[in-house]
């Protein structure tokens, strides 16, 4: 009986002076808790006079729409189905397009005095993450995509055997423009026939409209290595790796 009376009362306030307060003499909004509000079923946001708001998905999250509207249910991008580093774009979390990827055999090309085009890493196909599916990799050739416009971090750490006092160049190519767009040289100083890591730390925008790949060219022949080995063990030696920053 008490709730009845209770509930009729809070209807007759409400429809008298259409703002209720609960702790407050002066409510600002339709209904206004100044307290704590303990929820022990669903939550349910959006609707209308006719049908029930939305109480969500597992996983999802509550994100406000702004003043005057109502809040939807979100689901946090690539999470949690996604394998990479969540990063915010533009104030929305997103997972970020990562590509990770090592050498499983040697590769051998022809050296190209005066060349204009770099050749395509071949046999760069361990893929050891390749979250959006925009990498391709064979025995010959690679390519990949970025899936946005932005900022995006390279890694490349290649093993070159060549001629002693050349200078290997490794990077990558935007496909669309026959230009690099990241890359290193340096003097081979090793020994010829001997082994000498290339390193590639960077950072460059990246368009969603090209097609880019890892390539590396020199004038004298030359051979990628994909594993590092010695008396005491072996490894996987040749990686690279692009992500999106922003």
């Not at 307290?35 to 939550?43: D, H, I």
């Not at 995006?152 to 093993?159: A, C, H, L, S």
């Not at 290339?198 to 030359?222: D, H, K, V």
């Given at each position: 009986m008490k709730k009845t009376l209770?509930?009729?009362t809070l209807s007759i306030y409400a429809a008298t002076y259409a703002q209720v307060g609960i702790g407050t003499s002066t409510p600002q909004k339709t209904l206004h808790v100044n307290?704590?509000?303990?929820?022990?079923?669903?939550?349910?946001?959006g609707g209308n006079s006719t049908t029930a708001g939305s109480a969500g998905l597992i996983g999802q999250v509550l994100k406000s729409n702004g003043p005057g509207a109502a809040p939807s249910w979100q689901t946090l991008a690539g999470v949690p189905t996604s394998t990479g580093t969540v990063i915010a774009v533009n104030g929305q979390f997103l997972v970020a397009q990562e590509i990770t990827v090592q050498m499983t055999a040697d590769m051998t090309a022809a050296g190209?005095?005066?060349?204009?085009v770099a050749n395509p890493i071949?046999?760069?196909?361990?893929?050891?993450?390749?979250?959006?599916?925009?990498?391709?990799?064979?025995?010959a050739t690679n390519s990949f995509?970025?899936?946005?416009?932005?900022?995006?971090?390279?890694?490349?750490?290649?093993?070159?055997?060549?001629?002693?006092?050349?200078?290997?160049?490794?990077?990558i190519w935007n496909n669309n423009t026959g230009l690099w767009v990241a890359r290193v040289n340096d003097t081979y100083a090793a020994p010829t026939g001997g082994l000498q890591t290339?390193?590639?730390?960077?950072?460059?925008?990246?368009?969603?409209?090209?097609?880019?790949?890892?390539?590396?060219?020199?004038?004298?022949?030359?051979t990628l290595k994909y594993s590092s080995s010695g008396s005491t063990g072996s490894g996987p030696i040749t990686q690279v790796s692009v992500r999106r920053l922003k």
């Open positions: 209770f509930l009729l307290g704590s509000l303990q929820v022990t079923n669903e939550l349910n946001v190209s005095p005066g060349a204009t071949g046999n760069l196909n361990n893929e050891i993450i390749d979250n959006e599916n925009l990498y391709t990799g064979t025995a995509k970025v899936s946005a416009d932005g900022v995006y971090q390279v890694n490349m750490n290649v093993q070159i055997s060549t001629a002693n006092g050349t200078s290997p160049v490794i990077g290339y390193t590639l730390i960077t950072s460059i925008p990246m368009q969603a409209a090209n097609t880019y790949s890892f390539r590396a060219i020199n004038t004298q022949e030359y």
